[in-house]
């Protein structure tokens, strides 16, 4: 594959990870939310004395302002990725892919599945990161779904970007994918198959 559609591969994988607030793959912006803001302003209006009716109103405003700030933050980075190709979340993630800080960088593997085996799945977030330190087989790495016959895992590697290596995957490793995937929605998947026990180990 060429160096140039193997970045367009990423970048779009990468558009797909800061899609909505809640998928930015580390969880900055749901982090910033749950363990900063909320506990400061609206769980702290717990500290004043003050009549419970009106604490309910002054959560209920905090709120809706926390959630329109973590939208605003959302949108920036939107901005950044199509008019500032230097800076934001998705810049430093495409520049941290290519190794351009000194780094390892990633490498990209295609899956294909086998024939006679269950489908890959989906879920509302499309591109998700899963790392275990403890693990015989190393599928570290973020996983993107591409359709129900083929997943892209890009990974740490040497071989480069561009290098694309070629996988089919049987009826276990696509249920192991399948796990991870599941594992890491915010709360729907989508998949070809009505029932779980067809499509998870």
Not at 141 to 145: E, K, Q, S
């Given at each position: 594959?060429?160096?140039?559609?193997?970045?367009?591969?990423?970048?779009?994988?990468?558009?797909?990870?800061?899609?909505?607030?809640?998928?930015?793959l580390?969880?900055?912006?749901?982090?910033?939310?749950?363990?900063?803001?909320i506990?400061?302003?609206?769980?702290?209006?717990?500290?004043?004395?003050?009549?419970?009716?009106?604490?309910?109103?002054?959560?209920?405003?905090?709120?809706?302002?926390?959630?329109q700030?973590?939208?605003?933050?959302?949108?920036?980075?939107?901005?950044?990725?199509?008019?500032?190709?230097?800076?934001?979340?998705?810049?430093?993630?495409?520049?941290?892919?290519?190794?351009?800080?000194?780094?390892?960088?990633?490498?990209?593997?295609?899956?294909?599945?086998?024939?006679?085996?269950?489908?890959?799945?989906?879920s509302?977030?499309?591109?998700?990161?899963?790392?275990?330190?403890?693990?015989?087989?190393?599928?570290n790495?973020?996983?993107?779904?591409l359709?129900?016959?083929?997943?892209?895992?890009?990974?740490?590697?040497?071989?480069?970007?561009?290098h694309?290596?070629?996988?089919?995957a049987?009826?276990?490793?696509?249920?192991?994918?399948?796990?991870?995937?599941?594992?890491?929605?915010?709360?729907?998947?989508?998949?070809?198959?009505?029932?779980?026990?067809?499509?998870?180990?």
């Open positions: 594959m060429s160096y140039s559609a193997a970045e367009r591969m990423l970048s779009f994988a990468f558009m797909m990870i800061c899609r909505n607030p809640c998928f930015d580390k969880g900055l912006l749901p982090n910033i939310k749950n363990n900063v803001l506990p400061a302003l609206v769980d702290g209006t717990d500290n004043y004395d003050l009549p419970e009716n009106i604490k309910k109103v002054i959560k209920s405003e905090f709120r809706n302002n926390i959630d700030l973590i939208r605003c933050l959302w949108i920036s980075n939107l901005y950044r990725i199509f008019f500032k190709k230097s800076k934001g979340f998705y810049s430093a993630l495409l520049r941290f892919a290519k190794g351009l800080y000194g780094n390892k960088g990633f490498q990209m593997i295609l899956y294909k599945r086998d024939d006679n085996t269950t489908y890959f799945i989906t509302d977030n499309p591109a998700v990161e899963y790392h275990n330190a403890v693990t015989l087989q190393n599928y790495g973020i996983y993107f779904p359709s129900p016959d083929y997943l892209l895992l890009i990974c740490s590697g040497d071989a480069g970007i561009d694309v290596a070629y996988r089919s049987n009826d276990e490793i696509v249920r192991k994918f399948n796990y991870i995937i599941c594992s890491k929605r915010n709360k729907d998947i989508l998949a070809r198959q009505k029932k779980i026990d067809e499509i998870l180990p």
